[in-house]
Every structure is written in structure tokens, then in C-alpha cells.
């Protein structure tokens, strides 16, 4: 037989031993519920610092010379811009300015026995009012209305003696045939407005 007391004294003690147990199992749960808590922001913190990486921008249709490095470009020269293309069938020359005809002038070519020569050369020398030597007997013609060169010179040939070039002339009757000892004749005014679209060093091309 048990004694009644003793008993009871046995049930309090076992009662207060689960209410421990009880107490000490919440404060773990409570425990690892903090400290999941505390890692779940810092997770959260994290992905927040990744970089936002994006799709790269890929150039539209038609546009590639945006991304694309290109090579510069040479600076225009403003000599070479412009060019003179002498027909001699045509008895005419043209000027040409990026490619494109700005302005043709009817012309008098070298004749038989003293033709123009062809090939490509440049304007070497450009003379305002110029005085002419006759080559035969050494005269000089001065500036004026009887200077059988004009009031524009403009040579582009020389073989270390003579030289070609374009020029007026008093005898505008003779323009668009074959007159000259090889230079190119033209209308005075014509003579004129051709000297202000070139410069020492624009190309001539004489063409057949």
C-alpha cells in the first residue's frame, strides 16, 4: 500500500517537471524562430544587391553605322573638289564639282599639226590680264582688247618651252573649231567665269 501523501508529493514534483519541459521546449522554439527571422532579411538583403542585368540593346534595322566604328574620313580637298573635263570632239569643257557638272563653256582647240594634247594634268598657272610673246618673233603683246590671249589665263601644259592653256580671245569666231596652236580658246566672259572656279592645282583632264 502506498501512502497517499507521498503519492501526491510524487505527482507535484512530476508536474512541475513537465511544466518545465514544457517552458524549455517553447523557448527553443522560440529561439529558432528568432533566428530565423534574423537570417530571412539578410537573405532578402542580398538579392536585393545583385546587379539588375539587362538584355543588351542591339542596334535596329538599318542603323549598324551607330555601333559600328568607322573610319574617318579624309578632309575634302577644296582644290581637287572641283575638276575640268576638256571634250575635244565637243570643242566644249565641263566642270565638274563633286562629281556633278556645275557649268560647260563651248571652246577652240588646237588645230592640225598643233593639237591639244590629251592625258590628265593640273592648272599650273592662272594670270590676270597676261601680256602674250609672240613665239616667233619674240614681241610683246601687252594687257587689252588685242592680246590674243584675253583677259584670262589659265595654263595646264608646258613640255619645258611652250605652254597650253585656256585663254579669251579677241577673235570669238573661231570658237568651236580647231584654231589654235594647241590652247584652248574661249569667249572672253567665259575665260572669265572659269578663272573664278579653279585654282593652281585643279585637275584637267583633255579627252578626245
Given at each position: 500500500?502506498?501512502?497517499?501523501k507521498?503519492?501526491?508529493?510524487?505527482?507535484?514534483?512530476?508536474?512541475?517537471?513537465?511544466?518545465?519541459?514544457?517552458?524549455?521546449l517553447?523557448?527553443?522554439a522560440?529561439?529558432?524562430?528568432?533566428?530565423?527571422?534574423?537570417?530571412a532579411?539578410?537573405?532578402?538583403?542580398s538579392?536585393a544587391?545583385?546587379?539588375?542585368?539587362?538584355?543588351?540593346?542591339?542596334?535596329?534595322?538599318?542603323?549598324?553605322?551607330?555601333?559600328?566604328?568607322?573610319?574617318?574620313?579624309?578632309?575634302v580637298n577644296?582644290?581637287?573638289?572641283?575638276?575640268?573635263?576638256?571634250k575635244?570632239?565637243?570643242?566644249?569643257?565641263y566642270?565638274?564639282?563633286?562629281?556633278?557638272?556645275?557649268?560647260?563653256?563651248?571652246?577652240?582647240?588646237g588645230?592640225?599639226?598643233?593639237?591639244?594634247?590629251?592625258?590628265?594634268?593640273?592648272?599650273?598657272?592662272?594670270?590676270?590680264d597676261?601680256?602674250?610673246q609672240?613665239p616667233?618673233?619674240?614681241?610683246?603683246?601687252?594687257?587689252?582688247?588685242?592680246?590674243?590671249?584675253?583677259?584670262?589665263?589659265?595654263?595646264?601644259?608646258?613640255?619645258?618651252?611652250?605652254?597650253?592653256?585656256?585663254?579669251g580671245?579677241?577673235?570669238?569666231?573661231?570658237i568651236?573649231?580647231?584654231?589654235?596652236?594647241?590652247?584652248?580658246?574661249?569667249?572672253?566672259?567665259?575665260?572669265?567665269?572659269?578663272?573664278?572656279k579653279?585654282a593652281?592645282?585643279?585637275p584637267?583632264?583633255?579627252?578626245?
Amino acid at each position: 500500500m502506498v501512502n497517499s501523501k507521498f503519492l501526491f508529493n510524487k505527482l507535484i514534483v512530476v508536474s512541475l517537471s513537465a511544466v518545465a519541459l514544457s517552458v524549455a521546449l517553447q523557448q527553443q522554439a522560440a529561439a529558432a524562430n528568432s533566428s530565423n527571422s534574423a537570417i530571412a532579411p539578410q537573405g532578402l538583403t542580398s538579392e536585393a544587391e545583385l546587379p539588375n542585368l539587362q538584355a543588351p540593346e542591339l542596334p535596329p534595322l538599318g542603323e549598324p553605322f551607330r555601333y559600328i566604328p568607322q573610319e574617318p574620313k579624309p578632309p575634302v580637298n577644296p582644290i581637287e573638289e572641283v575638276r575640268l573635263v576638256l571634250k575635244l570632239r565637243e570643242r566644249r569643257v565641263y566642270v565638274y564639282r563633286q562629281n556633278k557638272v556645275q557649268a560647260s563653256f563651248p571652246v577652240a582647240v588646237g588645230k592640225g599639226g598643233w593639237e591639244t594634247p590629251t592625258g590628265n594634268f593640273k592648272v599650273m598657272q592662272m594670270i590676270k590680264d597676261p601680256v602674250w610673246q609672240n613665239p616667233w618673233t619674240g614681241e610683246l603683246i601687252p594687257a587689252g582688247p588685242d592680246n590674243p590671249l584675253g583677259s584670262r589665263w589659265m595654263g595646264f601644259w608646258t613640255d619645258g618651252k611652250n605652254v597650253i592653256g585656256f585663254h579669251g580671245t579677241p577673235n570669238p569666231e573661231s570658237i568651236g573649231g580647231a584654231a589654235s596652236h594647241g590652247c584652248v580658246r574661249m569667249f572672253d566672259k567665259d575665260a572669265q567665269a572659269l578663272f573664278d572656279k579653279v585654282a593652281v592645282g585643279t585637275p584637267v583632264i583633255v579627252q578626245h
